[in-house]
T-cell receptor, first 115, second 112 residues
Framework: ETGVTQSPTHLIKTRGQQVTLRCSSQSGHNTVSWYQQALGQGPQFIFQYYREEENGRGNFPPRFSGLQFPNYSSELNVNALELDDSALYLC??????????????FGPGTRLLVL | DQQVKQNSPSLSVQEGRISILNCDYTNSMFDYFLWYKKYPAEGPTFLISISSIKDKNEDGRFTVFLNKSAKHLSLHIVPSQPGDSAVYFCAARYYSNYQLIWGAGTKLIIKP
């Protein structure tokens, strides 16, 4: 059973650019959630995908978008990068919808730096 | 507006003693509370949880206490071990949409 993996591990971009972050969910999991963790803060919920459809979104602008593929892997896309987008981006997978936080597994994250 | 607050950025405890990590919340719409542990370069891992209808939940060395009237919860680790050194996050779940709101974390250091 493979765990949650994320790529790349680190990334440096400049303001205005676009970025795509990737997440492979744990085997058998069909739900993926994305979080943003700024330095010194706790993770903030961006959105969740269940069976390829968005199922809930936090307080993030539309330039944050996502996709989930038939194999349940997922992408987070951020357009028009801003300096405040610099953060650790965490992906978490689980089986089924909400209420399963105990069985939600996190990847190690992608560290994004926007200059 | 921080709805979940962990006021201690760090805590240092002697090995073998009790570690007590605290968390305060402001919203009465939370129905479930969780603690996560995070090591450097790894994602958070679930540690223990408690429903809002309970006041205590225990799992081995870990116990979570919930005081609803004070909107306060705490995580007790006893006895503390070197492997417990990590950042601990408190998270609260909205009953309506199951979204988790996280605290900023407390870095626990267990001294040998």
């Amino acid at each position: 059973e493979t765990g949650v993996t994320q790529s790349p591990t680190h990334l440096i971009k400049t303001r205005g650019q676009q970025v795509t972050l990737r997440c492979s969910s744990q085997s058998g999991h069909n739900t993926v959630s994305w979080y943003q963790q700024a330095l010194g803060q706790g993770p903030q919920f961006i959105f969740q995908y269940y069976r390829e459809e968005e199922n809930g979104r936090g307080n993030f602008p539309p330039r944050f978008s996502g996709l989930q593929f038939p194999n349940y892997s997922s992408e987070l896309n951020v357009n028009a990068l801003e300096l405040d987008d610099s953060a650790l981006y965490l992906c978490a997978s689980s089986l089924g919808l909400a209420g399963r936080e105990e069985t939600q597994y996190f990847g190690p994250g992608t560290r994004l730096l926007v200059l | 507006d921080q709805q979940v607050k962990q006021n201690s950025p760090s805590l240092s405890v002697q090995e073998g003693r009790i570690s007590i990590l605290n968390c305060d919340y402001t919203n009465s719409m939370f129905d479930y509370f969780l603690w996560y542990k995070k090591y450097p370069a790894e994602g958070p891992t679930f540690l223990i949880s408690i429903s809002s209808i309970k006041d205590k939940n225990e799992d081995g060395r870990f116990t979570v206490f919930l005081n609803k009237s004070a909107k306060h919860l705490s995580l007790h680790i006893v006895p503390s071990q070197p492997g417990d050194s990590a950042v601990y996050f408190c998270a609260a779940r909205y009953y309506s949409n199951y979204q988790l709101i996280w605290g900023a974390g407390t870095k626990l250091i267990i001294k040998p």
